[in-house]
């Protein structure tokens, strides 16, 4: 039962434009799929409007001050105390993994014990930035190095923990 960061940016610090990724990697969503799959998410809504639906096999909550907004098949809560206690009283040993965008990654970054981070090698448009983080808080634990011929870039899996 941990709390983790994932999330995909590129060397210039950029995580989408136009809500939208702006690459595509189908090895980093695969790995996606692999780490939060049969887990909890928690993203804010319009990240998930960006993936217009729940994703499947996996608990959805999203984060939105709308305290009228509903959502079939995700559960709505309205700040980030809401979403850990609903978290750490459900008493399961999933994860919960915080999926985005940047409000949220910024809001729940000092609750997490680990970071999953792809890293794309190479300068992005965009309009939604990661945030900035004490990178003296984690240690690298684990880092894969792979290339994307679509993208023409080499990029990065890298798993950190909290020091």
Known sequence: MSINLICALSKNN???????????????????????????????????DSIGRPLPN???????????????????????QEVL???????????LFVIGGTFIYKIFIKHCDYL???YVDK?????AYFPK?????????????SYDEGEKADFYFRDFKRI
């Open 133 to 145: 983080i004490n990178w003296n808080e984690w240690s690298l634990e684990n880092e894969v190095k």
């Open 116 to 118: 999953n981070i792809t």
């Open 123 to 127: 300068e992005y448009e965009g309009d």
């Open 14 to 48: 950029i995580i989408g434009i136009n809500n939208k990724l702006p690459w595509n990697i189908s090895e980093d969503l695969k790995r996606f799929k692999d780490l939060t799959s049969e887990n909890w998410i928690v993203m804010g809504r319009k990240t998930f």
């Open 58 to 80: 996996r608990r959805n909550v999203i984060l939105s001050e709308n305290l009228d907004l509903k959502i079939s098949g995700a559960e709505v809560l309205h700040s980030p």
């Open 85 to 95: 206690n609903l978290y750490y009283a459900d008493g399961d040993e999933k994860d």
